[in-house]
């Protein structure tokens, strides 16, 4: 069995799907989806073509397809919290993430999607940080019912996670 500390597809463990988090796990979830943007910035700042071109790991995504897969992500995230507030427990649309991310916009520049995720974020905080019932309740098809603590904890996981590829990517090639 794989160690999961020490799967290169999970660098910091497996994605979290909590129902309730307290008032501090919030507070930093939602100053995490706040600083994304600049963090993804920075890190992918300055590199060439070439290495925006290179896997993360040994048959994973490139590190432009990441940047993009993180704004497909978080669109999706945005839609089904805003879904979360305005309807009682909808369902919401999955999506196929490993075909979206070979479609020919995960091939463009990253800095179109760093420009949506800063954009997207700044939305998506602002509404994060107006909800007053966290316990709202959302269904996805094939996983259940969830609330809207868990698309805050799965997301400031999920924009940390695809992060940390991209910096141990870095760290492990002396970028
Ligand atoms: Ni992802």
């Not at 939602?30 to 040994?58: F, K, N, S, W």
């Not at 800095?111 to 959302?138: I, K, M, N, P, Q």
């Amino acid at each position: 069995m794989t160690d999961p500390q020490r799967d290169p597809r999970y660098p910091l463990g497996p994605m979290p799907t909590p129902k309730t988090l307290s008032a501090e796990e919030r507070r930093q979830a939602m100053a995490d989806i706040r600083t994304l943007p600049e963090q993804l910035r920075a890190a992918v700042a300055g590199l060439t073509d070439a290495q925006l071109d290179t896997p993360y790991r040994e048959g994973g995504w490139t590190v432009r397809q990441v940047v993009h897969h993180v704004a497909d992500s978080h669109l999706n995230a945005y839609v089904r919290t805003k879904l979360a507030l305005t309807e009682e427990n909808p369902t919401i649309k999955p999506y196929e993430e490993q075909l979206w991310a070979e479609l020919p916009d995960s091939r463009l520049d990253p800095e179109l999607s760093l420009v949506l995720l800063e954009r997207l974020h700044t939305r998506w905080a602002a509404v994060l940080e107006g909800v007053s019932d966290w316990s709202r309740l959302w269904t996805h098809p094939a996983s259940g019912t969830w609330t809207l603590d868990t698309i805050l904890g799965m997301y400031a996981w999920h924009g940390q996670h695809h992060l940390a590829h991209i910096t141990g990517l870095k760290k492990a090639r002396g970028w």
